[in-house]
């Protein structure tokens, strides 16, 4: 048992290495334990694990009294290997976001000795009144509060001065993007067979779950990027491929088949049909590979975030304002042509895929960020590091 965390600190943070060498210093062969009794409970478990993490909300955080380390451990074990199964990135993202969050719940009632041993475990400083900018700009980049901003940040000798609380913050962002990209775990085929009753299960909840929550098309939801985008095309605008390559993943992961995504590309005056086609159709995974709609940060690194609003302030990626403005029921007024809600096509509504690409930036010509970016400074709060409003 490692140092000064016990059982109960590993089933909290079933990510930190003495976790993980627990459990492997007690199971034989995977295919053995997923073959046992206890391996079949623990799996289930692990759906369930995954169920709640797709579903979003708050991840429950049970007091240490009623936390079954055996249990807790094995059962966030198996959730990634299930979820590396399924190669759906939105539900790995959804599973990373969901084990930082309850993470994050844990830490802030730590005493300062053990949030000490969890943040190290991370990567993280113990404590610290400052941190590198590279640092910095890695984590902060990815939580949406204006506050994060290096801007609006002091910076001095090559580092941002950190207030209370901002490590606790940023650790929990550092355990997100940590377990984000250790997936997909490279489960050997024969292991993904074993598990696809079990990985079947999970996709057909998920499928569910994203129909039922982007249902028909609403183009007066969409984000003001993603309508910029639109109205570009419409206008004739010749968009970068960072813009093409974004209007489309979003269009694809709000259930849009790739039908749908050419009619829309049509009203461009210089359509081509041959190559449209083919790009709708790699983007939406004929090629194998799905992609899913940049994150709000990688839309601001290729400029084309752009007429920013209050929504945005709560969101860090475009599928979030998305979600959320349709939930409000108050679509933006300002749809790009009241086109009518499409329906959304047959076995899609996923977001199954791969976050962002390489691509160049440039400013796709659109709305003006005036008003917007006023609103956006009007609603600008205190610091805080929580979810997307989901
Ligand atoms: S903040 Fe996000 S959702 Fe809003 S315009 Fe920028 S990229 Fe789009």
């Known amino acids: 048992m490692p140092g000064r965390l016990d059982r109960k600190d590993l089933a909290k943070y079933p990510f930190l290495k003495e976790a993980q060498e ?10 053995d334990f997923l073959s046992s009794n206890y391996g079949r409970i623990a799996a289930r478990h692990a759906v369930e694990r995954i169920q709640e993490a797709m579903e979003g909300g708050r991840p429950p955080a049970p007091g240490p009294e009623r936390l079954d380390p055996d249990r807790e451990v094995y059962a966030y074990a198996i959730a990634r290997v299930l979820a590396s199964c399924t190669r759906d990135r939105l539900l790995m993202d959804r599973l990373a976001r969901y084990e930082a969050e309850r993470a994050s719940r844990y830490l802030a009632d730590e005493l300062p000795e053990k949030h000490a041993l969890v943040a190290e475990g991370v990567g993280m400083p113990a404590e610290a009144g400052d941190l590198p900018v590279v640092q910095y700009v890695e984590l902060a980049s990815h939580l949406k509060d204006d506050c994060w901003r290096l801007v609006n940040r002091e910076v001095e000798e090559g580092r941002v001065t950190l207030a209370e609380g901002d490590l606790s913050d940023l650790t929990g962002e550092r355990i997100r993007v940590l377990l984000l990209s250790q997936l997909p775990l490279p489960v050997p085929p024969a292991i993904c067979e074993l598990l696809s009753p079990l990985t079947a299960e999970i996709t057909a909840a998920h499928q569910q779950y994203l129909l039922r929550e982007f249902g028909s098309v609403k183009e007066g939801a969409f984000p003001p990027c993603i309508r910029a985008l639109t109205l570009a095309i419409t206008s004739g605008a010749n968009l970068s491929h960072s813009g093409r390559f974004a209007l489309t993943a979003f269009l694809h992961n709000i259930g849009m088949n790739p039908l749908q995504i050419m009619e829309l590309f049509a009203r461009a005056p210089d359509f081509d049909a041959g190559k449209t086609q083919y790009q709708v159709e790699h983007i939406s995974g004929r090629s194998g590979t799905e992609y899913t ?24 990626h475009p599928l979030s304002y998305y979600r959320a403005r349709k939930r409000m029921g108050k679509p933006g007024t300002d749809s790009p042509d009241g086109a009518p809600d499409q329906p959304a096509g047959p076995g899609h509504g996923g977001d199954k895929g791969q976050d962002g690409e390489q691509v160049g930036s440039a400013r796709v010509p659109g709305k003006s960020q005036g008003k917007h970016e006023q609103e956006s400074d009007k609603d600008e709060q205190a610091c805080r590091s929580g979810e997307d409003i989901q």
């Open 293 to 316: 709609a940049p994150s709000c940060a990688t839309m601001r690194t290729h400029g084309i975030c752009t007429g920013r609003d209050s929504l945005c302030t709560r969101v860090s």
């Open 22 to 31: 627990w459990v492997s210093g007690r199971t034989g062969s995977l295919p």
